[in-house]
């Protein structure tokens, strides 16, 4: 299947710093990327949808200057957490598709963010 | 909008029993459903997904599922159960239109005594 690659894995900042989360579609051309945030043993909730050279689309609740997504190229989709708080410590997972995968979403392994 | 319900937050089974972990949709039109499984501290595999065609969809590591629309239920199930299998289970719906995200269930988790 297709992979999808997550950097880093684990990430640790301190509080009011701004940390980075990479997404990549290392196989196929991701035309559309997901971004979902996970609490322990808890469901995932969708944050946001960006496509391709467009703006991100924000779920309701989801602070946009918070959390910024780009999605620059087919095969990357960033997710910044700015000025980050305790409270946004959490695992968060990207996942793509591309309409040649079907309607199967690739996810990507995950980061877990912890804010100190 | 559309919605996935999983009622139970736990499923336990010996090894070597079946194993049913339930999930209900509502979804407008036609829905596209999937399973994913999660093992801890990682991210989701993919195991099976419904889109169209015969009810009973087969997937990975002896896993299937039936699709049941009268029902709107898409239950997960596996003949005999593995000790490996303990892990955290999600149903997922999305839309029939291209480019719309996965809505998950909150996930059961499925614990295999040996």
């Known amino acids: 299947g297709a992979v999808v690659s997550q950097h880093p894995s684990w990430v640790i900042c301190k509080s009011g710093t701004s940390v980075k989360i990479e997404c990549r579609s290392l196989?196929?051309?991701?035309?559309?990327m997901f971004w979902y945030r996970q609490f322990p043993k808890q469901s995932l909730m969708l944050m946001a949808t960006?496509?391709?050279?467009?703006?991100?689309?924000?779920e309701q609740g989801v602070e946009k200057d918070k959390f910024l997504i780009n999605h620059a190229s087919l095969t990357l989709s960033t997710l910044t957490v700015t000025s980050a708080h305790p409270e946004d410590s959490s695992f968060y997972i990207c996942?793509?598709?591309?309409?040649?995968?079907?309607?199967?979403?690739?996810f990507g392994e995950g980061s877990w963010l912890t804010v100190v | 909008a559309q919605s996935v319900a999983q009622p139970e937050d736990q499923v336990n089974v010996a090894e070597g029993n079946p194993l049913t972990v339930k999930c209900t949709y509502s979804?407008?039109?036609?829905?596209?459903l999937f399973w994913y499984v999660q093992y801890p501290n990682r991210g989701l595999q993919f195991l099976l997904k419904y889109i169209t065609g015969d009810n009973l969809v087969k997937g990975s590591y002896g896993f299937e599922a039936e699709f049941n629309k009268s029902q709107t239920s898409f239950h997960l199930k596996k003949p005999s159960a593995l000790v490996s299998d303990s892990a955290l289970y999600f149903c997922a719906v999305r839309a029939n239109q291209a480019g719309t995200a996965l809505i998950f269930g909150k996930g059961t988790t499925l614990s295999v005594s040996s």
């Open positions: 196989d196929f051309q991701a035309t559309t």
């Open positions: 979804v407008s039109g036609n829905p596209y």
């Open positions: 996942s793509a598709s591309n309409l040649l995968s079907g309607n199967t979403i690739y």
């Open positions: 960006s496509n391709e050279g467009s703006k991100a689309t924000y």
